[in-house]
């Protein structure tokens, strides 16, 4: 009896759940292109070319994300990517790390983030870098 009421009340209650569902799908969250607006543009400017508004400022120049896998015969460098964002491969083009290390950035938000609930820093910040990696693959020139 308890499994039929609550089969009926699913079955009553989903046509009010579906405008939700489907309003959630339409504004899907791109955290990589996200992240990327957030920290990288006002470097490597909106579309990755290397031309934001602190491109200028550093002591190198800032690279032209856009032309990684051109630069690289054909293949993208997700690893080499993956690094530098992290903070784990030193660029020699940057110089003197001009660019932020996100890794470490990332791992102490994790603790802003969960605030009491147990988690593991790196594995917030991989998710993050992860994501970020994506979207400036999806940058590559055609």
Partial sequence: MRLARIITALTMGAPL??????????HKIDRGKQEYD???????????????LYAGFGSQFVANLT???KRNKGVFPFARVYES???????????????PIW?????GRAGEY???VPYDPDVYARARILALTEYVYRL???
């Avoid at 957030?38 to 934001?52: E, P």
């Avoid at 964002?85 to 660019?99: C, N, S």
């Fill in 103 to 107: 890794g470490s950035d990332y791992r």
């Fill in 140 to 142: 590559q020139e055609k």
């Fill in 67 to 69: 032309t990684l896998t």
């Fill in 17 to 26: 759940f579906l405008p939700m569902i489907s309003a959630a799908q339409e």
């Fill in 114 to 116: 969960y605030l009491d």
């Fill in 38 to 52: 957030t920290h990288c543009a006002v470097c490597h400017g909106l579309k990755g070319k290397g031309d934001g």
């Fill in 85 to 99: 964002i992290d903070g784990t491969e030193l660029v020699k083009a940057h110089g003197p790390r001009d660019m």
